[in-house]
């Protein structure tokens, strides 16, 4: 079988992700944080991954802001914090929703929708789960932010073509090839090698995108590389032989034991001054998330066919063989406060600028109002996420796409592929 071979000058356009520090996002000085939303007042206690003990709690309130329906205009990275969505974009294009929401899909550059978020562009934006509490803790942005949910749990994997890499140990002295600097998944590594006592071992090596390291995989022997779903997917076509021989979730919650911390990819960040004045909004916006992820796991295979006409992912073939494997979940209120600010704790216990400087404050963490979100879809596919399918040693074997799926995935993304 032949397998298409990115070639680098297709990569050329995918270039050009600005770091973090640009934007003034990354290692920023700890501010003290806006003051806490009426969402976020109440008595009562709840604790944090971490042991912290919070003094707010779910509470019974009027809605802030206006009952009127409104715009919503919501950015979002394509891939796993998308696939899951939708039903929920689908009926917002349909007008079957109570406000007007617009979906616009960015690819995976987190640092220019960071950017577009903090310029006004969204009132409600899919990120990393670091970048929320960055954005919180910059007190020179032009916003204030609050985080409303989280939608995928781990998805991170050690990949590659040599047959000799089966444990995390395994790695020393090697450069691992990996995307996605100053987001979740440098520090989730680096929180998880401080942790097994493997910090500095090997050469960690970011490339400007996710389909530029599977470039490298096809060309270079002996290559290793650390990459999330759906993009392991995309690589049992395009690398051959592939080898997955550590899923990172697994060795998460293997070395977190203690705590019981989570691994959490990404998040839903709302703009304060939108939550405030259109609260309804918000409560829609996570009751139809719900919906949609529940149907989503219960519906894979029309969910996947969906992927490439809404823009959440390159190929619908590929998202299908993805979305087991990609923890999708709509944790919100308390459960997200809880595993988000758990997860966070060990990131900044390995690198305090990994999330701006300091542990983010109650107020970052938004409640909704008791009784305003559905029963049927409370903290959607948190049973599935916490059993974590996994895609651990399937390598070549299992593939649903095919080599004409990569391609067209590889063309979507804006690269070029040719025969291996």
């Known amino acids: 079988m032949a397998y298409p071979n990115m070639s680098r000058r297709g990569f050329a356009a995918l270039a050009g992700v ?5 934007l003034g996002l990354s290692g920023c000085s700890a501010g003290e944080g806006a003051q806490g939303s009426a969402a976020g007042s109440g008595a009562g206690a709840g604790a944090a991954g971490d042991g912290t003990t919070f003094s707010t709690r779910v509470e019974s309130r009027e809605l802030m802001g206006s009952p009127d329906a409104c715009d919503v205009r919501v950015g979002l990275i394509m891939g796993p914090p998308s696939m899951g969505l939708s039903q929920f974009i689908v009926a917002a294009q349909a007008g079957k929703t109570f406000n007007n929401f617009t979906f616009e899909p960015n690819g995976v550059d987190y640092v220019g929708l960071s950017a577009l978020f903090n310029k006004g562009d969204y009132d409600i934006c899919t990120l990393p789960s670091n ?28 990949m590659t073509n040599d047959a000799s890499v089966s444990t995390l140990d395994d790695l020393r002295g090697r450069t691992v090839y990996s995307y996605g600097e100053g987001g979740t998944p440098e520090y989730t590594i680096e ?8 910090d500095g071992t090997f050469n960690l090596e970011f490339k400007s995108s996710p389909l530029e390291v599977l470039n490298m995989m096809q060309q270079q022997d002996g290559c290793v590389a650390i990459l999330p779903q759906p993009f392991v997917s995309l690589a049992k076509i395009l690398v051959n032989p592939l080898y997955i021989p550590i899923d990172l979730t697994v060795e998460w919650d293997r070395a977190f034991a203690d705590t019981g911390s989570q691994a959490v990819t990404t998040t839903t960040i709302v703009n304060r001054q939108f939550l405030e004045e259109h609260e309804q909004a918000v409560v829609e916006y996570l009751n139809m998330a719900g919906q949609s992820v529940s149907w989503t796991l219960a519906n894979m295979g029309d969910a996947a066919a969906l992927q490439e006409e809404l823009g959440t992912f390159l190929n619908n073939s590929v998202a299908l063989d993805a979305m087991p494997y990609i923890s999708m979940v709509n944790l919100t209120g308390e459960q997200m406060r809880t595993a988000l600010s758990g997860f966070l704790h060990e990131l900044y216990l390995a690198n305090p600028d990994s999330i701006g400087g300091k542990m983010p404050g109650e107020d970052f963490y938004y409640l909704p109002p008791e009784g305003q979100l559905d029963e049927r879809f409370l903290q959607a596919g948190l049973e599935q996420a916490t059993q974590h399918e996994s895609s651990a040693g399937t390598g070549n074997n299992g593939v649903t796409a095919s080599a004409a799926d990569a391609q067209a995935a590889i063309e979507a993304f804006g690269g070029t592929a040719s025969g291996k």
């Open 18 to 22: 600005a770091a973090l520090s640009a």
């Open 191 to 198: 929180a998880l090698l401080a942790k097994n006592g493997l």
């Open 131 to 158: 970048i929320g509490p960055i954005l919180y803790n910059n007190a020179e942005l032009k916003n204030r932010y609050e985080v409303i949910s989280v939608n995928n749990l781990g998805v991170l994997y050690v």
